[in-house]
């Protein structure tokens, strides 16, 4: 019968979350070479999707060559295109600009590549420039510095206009608009410089990156309740909460259900208006001490109001609190616990913080099956589902809908049943992370028992999560050697295929944890599946599968 409830329970929560359409994950890169006349490009397409070219331009010696018939690219595959090109007037060095036009939910968007095309000899100037910008949000500014800044150029996607520039002294100052809001990206840009020297042409070519960034936005309906009907609903619950407790101790068992009624309503106020806190901590902040901790709090402003809560205010928050409010007393009634609210983690957390002053009895020991104090454990779950919760529902419904995606586009070649597979492996492990998230229940053993309890520990599990691992993964995108290998067709196929394998493993590791599954939480020992043979075989076989 528990098997059986905590299937219903996964059933309903994945059913709700299955709703339409968003921009694709796209993932392209773009490599050049030339020999003689001849200028071969090619485009790499890692993305788990199809990608729709419209256009691919080279621009040498400024003259632009142009290949204007559309095609797609199949997921985890290739495609070359040959330019001829005009041979430069004058021997040396000169800049070559491949620009690739493609598709991203119908918004065009660009991709470039800069490199050296070399004629009777290399001339490349020893000369060094720095690029010095933050992400760009809507419109930002962007520092060249140089010794002979005007004399520079630098080459962006044309989704970025360049409005005014200022230089001066060694620096030039340009003012740069995103074009195509509504997409996160980290554009390759490059400094170039082009000068003639007694009949001989001279270049240089420094790379760089540029993130840009969709402007936070909370133009989205944040959740269908308002702020004023949600301290409505919290300030009665509390009331019946306490006169449960001090009036009526013998029905206090249904302080259980206000608890958690109380804490879901709570997350949903601070979720709901936390960009308006972050806003008025920045404000008292500015002209303090404290505004050394500012670009923290505009980061978390930022993510909080950004994309990563989109799917869980407009399609998952309502369901979940109305499940508290209205299917948890069922719920409760049949199978909730009978304990005291003092040893009830939510009660405990609750009657802590609503009196803060009232003496409690000592315990002697702490209530069977738990490792940390109540009201202790309580603070630290809820914290847990606070910050995972959200982003675990808006991933489920972004892997439905980018499913259903893969779905409408299905054709039967290796490639695309790979890539189709990989992206149900990993809507797989989510959904599961998320009813781990969403339900506590003896019944599917999915109690919680302990929680991760060392600042030290929980620095190591959020530093892998957005937004922190913006400033975390940045280092492995740093290429510090260039290694380039071409493995041919069936090379290709076995990587993909030992891939994929390691996907499986990893989402075998999650069906076996069940709904036990959440981070930085103990909720019992697993020893079934792969378990039985490695203590972590869901991080193992990612590692593998990154490698």
Request: aromatic share 12%; charged share 15%.
């Amino acid at each position: 019968m528990g098997r059986r409830r905590g299937l219903f329970v996964a059933l309903f929560w994945i059913g709700l979350l299955f709703n339409p359409l968003f921009a694709a994950n796209i993932n392209l890169s773009l490599s050049q070479r030339s020999v003689d006349d001849q200028i071969t490009v090619e485009i790499h397409n890692s993305s788990p999707q199809a990608v729709s070219f419209t256009a691919v331009e080279v621009v040498l010696d400024g003259r632009v060559y142009r290949h204007s018939t559309p095609f797609q690219l199949s997921p985890q595959s290739r495609h070359a295109l040959l330019f001829t090109v005009e041979i430069p007037e004058l021997p040396g060095s000169y800049v070559q600009q491949t620009v690739v036009h493609y598709l991203n939910d119908g918004v065009g968007l660009t991709l470039q590549d800069v490199g050296y095309f070399h004629y009777r000899g290399q001339r490349v100037l020893p000369e060094r420039a720095q690029l010095v910008a933050g992400p760009i949000y809507g419109e930002g500014r962007v520092n060249l510095t140089a010794a002979e800044p005007d004399q520079w150029r630098l080459l962006l996607p044309q989704e970025l206009a360049v409005g005014d520039e200022k230089s001066e002294g060694g620096e030039k100052s340009l003012l740069l608009r995103n074009l195509a809001p509504g997409f996160n990206n980290n554009y390759p840009v490059f400094m170039v410089k082009e000068v003639v020297r007694e009949g001989i042409h001279y270049a240089v070519i420094i790379p760089e990156r540029l993130a840009i960034r969709a402007p936070a936005s909370s133009n989205y309906e944040r959740g269908r309740l308002s702020t004023n009907q949600l301290l409505t609903v919290l300030l009665v619950a509390v009331a019946l909460f306490l006169l449960l407790f001090f009036r009526l101790p013998q029905q206090a068992h249904w302080g259980h259900y206000l608890s958690r009624l109380i804490w879901v309503t709570t997350g949903y106020l601070l979720l709901k208006n936390g960009g308006a806190f972050f806003d008025l901590l920045l404000r008292l902040s500015s002209s303090s001490p404290l505004a050394v901790a500012d670009p923290l709090w505009l980061m978390l402003r930022d993510h909080l109001l950004g994309k990563e809560y989109r799917y869980f205010f407009l399609y998952f928050i309502d369901g979940y609190w109305a499940a508290v409010l209205l299917l948890y007393p069922l719920y409760h009634h049949r199978y909730g616990s009978r304990d005291r609210l003092e040893d009830d983690k939510y009660g405990a957390a609750l009657l802590t913080l609503l009196l803060p002053l009232r003496r409690r009895a000592e315990r002697t020991s702490l209530p069977e099956g738990t490792l940390l104090p109540p009201a202790k454990l309580g603070f630290l779950i809820l914290a847990v589902k606070l910050f995972f919760l959200p982003l675990l529902a808006s991933w489920v419904i972004n892997n439905v809908i980018h499913q259903w995606h893969l779905t409408q586009t299905l054709s039967w070649d290796f490639k695309t049943i790979n890539a189709y597979l990989l992206a149900m492996l990993i809507l797989t492990d989510t959904a599961i992370f998320l009813v781990g998230y969403s339900v506590e229940s003896r019944t599917m053993g999915s109690k919680v028992r302990s929680v991760e309890p060392t600042l030290l520990g929980w620095v190591v599990c959020l530093w892998c999560y957005p937004p922190f691992n913006q400033f975390s993964f940045a280092p492995f995108d740093v290429e510090l050697i260039p290694i380039h290998v071409t493995l041919g067709p069936w090379g290709e196929g076995i990587a993909l295929i030992a891939v994929t394998l390691c996907w499986g493993i990893f989402v075998w590791a999650s069906l076996a944890l069940g709904f036990k599954a959440s981070n930085l939480t103990n909720r019992g020992i697993v020893t079934t599946g792969p378990y039985r043979y490695c203590r972590h075989p869901a991080y193992t076989a990612k590692v593998v599968a990154w490698m």
